[in-house]
């Protein structure tokens, strides 16, 4: 099978490398294409594989380019993963968000919208190109904000693009390690959007287990959750909020926080990655070691201002593996083998969700099948939980129509009613910041 990877000379793409290297079973991946519009990132990323593969026979044979219609191709499945604007992007987000004393992060809040603005676009037009050069492919999306950009490429591709993330799936093996469950024998009742949603049961042969959980103190403040969000508001929701919530449930918190740290998390991943990447123009630098000690340290700050408002401390260790790639691997290996399983992911609704329409795509348990991912039904959210998923869908909705009509009006309406955004006077700064620090929303007009 040809794998291709869209963002290959992204920093985490050895970690999807060095997945496929453990998976040796009959109709695995042979050929892995990266693409990228950076040459000279391909290269240090496929320094960085080729290490990887050194002891390991038979490994998936790699080739790298920046030609986009080449790597799609007779391609079997496609891992989106790009960074429109790159971490400098990311960088200004942040900034001009802060400066209006919102929320900058990548995928919640005005940070999220603008992200989603210039990015649309691109995903559109590589879902187009897939529809016309590998219409038999699968196209999983790695791409930020996840949900919003997957709904952008059904449009053009329906069920054959699917979103992962791999933040549920890490919600569900804390809780059954607390619970002294095994997370491959629970089910995790886990409904929302990407980065917005909630557990709301985990069974165990049948049992539901988190009752359990919520009533008690000591266990419920043990793990991640429980130190971020505080015992009290967990018992409060009755559920586990995705660890996103918290910029919503503890928004003027975070916002402080933001403001007062050194470098907001994009800067700091720009100025770390810039420093890999000249690393590995070095021609006797160690990549893979390289790529270790970075990645070690990316892991381990990873939401540290929202961790270090709540008292949280430091991440658990069991918590630094990251996850993501083996999701996108336990999907692709379903779909091309017919291994049926059930992930978390991010799919059209088709009737799941009574408050949304068919086709907004929303992150839920899925039984995946060599047909793809299908849904299952799920109960009604509570009315708090179901206010916020239609208010932000709503939102994803104007990020959508601003970046097919080119309206500068309806980008500063999805800002104006974004929940984290108070103000039509500040979502017009907001867009007017964006627009003078991002090439790429000069379509805004």
């Known amino acids: 099978m040809k794998l291709t990877i869209l963002g290959g000379g992204g920093f985490r793409v050895p970690l999807v490398y060095g997945a496929l290297l453990t998976d040796r079973a009959e109709g695995r991946v042979t050929e892995v294409v990266l693409h990228d519009l950076d040459d000279s990132r391909l290269h240090a990323v496929a320094r960085v594989l080729d290490e990887q593969a050194a002891a390991v026979p038979d490994a998936p044979r790699v080739t790298a380019t920046t030609d986009l219609d080449e790597a799609l191709r007779g391609a079997d499945f496609i891992f989106s993963a790009i960074r429109v604007g790159g971490l400098e992007g990311r960088a200004n987000d942040e900034r001009v968000a802060l400066a209006e004393g919102v929320l900058g992060q990548e995928t919640v809040g005005a940070g999220g919208i603008a992200y989603g603005l210039r990015t649309v676009p691109v995903a559109v037009d590589i879902a187009r190109r897939v529809a016309r050069l590998a ?57 929302g959007l990407n980065h917005l949603g909630w557990v709301r049961g985990l069974r165990v042969a049948g049992r539901d287990e988190l009752p359990r959980l919520l009533a008690d103190p000591d266990l419920l403040g043990s793990f991640e959750e429980g130190k971020l969000f505080g015992v009290d508001w967990l018992q409060s929701l009755g559920a586990i909020p995705n660890e996103y919530l918290h910029y919503y449930y503890f928004n003027r918190e975070a916002v402080r926080a933001y403001q007062q740290v050194e470098k907001t998390r994009g800067a700091f991943l720009a100025d770390q990655q810039a420093r890999f990447y000249d690393e590995m123009k070095r021609p006797g630098a160690a990549a893979l070691t390289a790529w270790d000690r970075t990645r070690a340290e990316r892991e381990a700050t990873y939401m540290a201002e929202n961790r270090e408002t709540a008292g949280a401390g430091e991440r658990d260790a069991d918590d630094l593996s990251g996850g993501y790639e083996k999701v996108a691997l336990a999907l692709m290996r379903a779909i091309a083998r017919d291994e049926r399983t059930t992930l978390i992911l991010n799919v059209r609704n088709q009737g799941t969700l009574s408050v949304l329409d068919a086709d907004a795509v929303i992150e ?68 007017e910041g964006y627009t003078d620090v991002h090439p790429g929303l000069a379509y805004l007009k």
Do not use: Q
């Open 135 to 191: 219409p038999d492919a699968w196209v999983i999306n790695f791409t930020n904000p996840a949900g919003l950009v997957t709904e952008a490429m059904s449009r053009h591709l329906g069920d054959r693009v699917i979103g992962i993330c791999d933040s549920p799936v890490g919600l569900g093996r804390r809780i059954a390690r607390v619970l002294g469950a095994n997370p491959k024998e629970a089910w995790i009742d886990y409904v």
């Open 364 to 431: 839920v348990p899925c039984l995946v099948d060599a047909n793809g991912a299908h849904p299952v039904a799920v109960a009604p959210l509570p009315e708090h939980a179901t206010g916020l998923v239609c208010a932000v869908k709503g939102v994803e909705r104007e990020v959508l129509a601003a970046a097919e009509s080119g309206s500068r009006s309806t980008a500063v309406k999805a800002f104006a009613l974004h929940p984290l955004v108070d103000s039509v006077n500040v979502a017009r700064k907001l867009v």
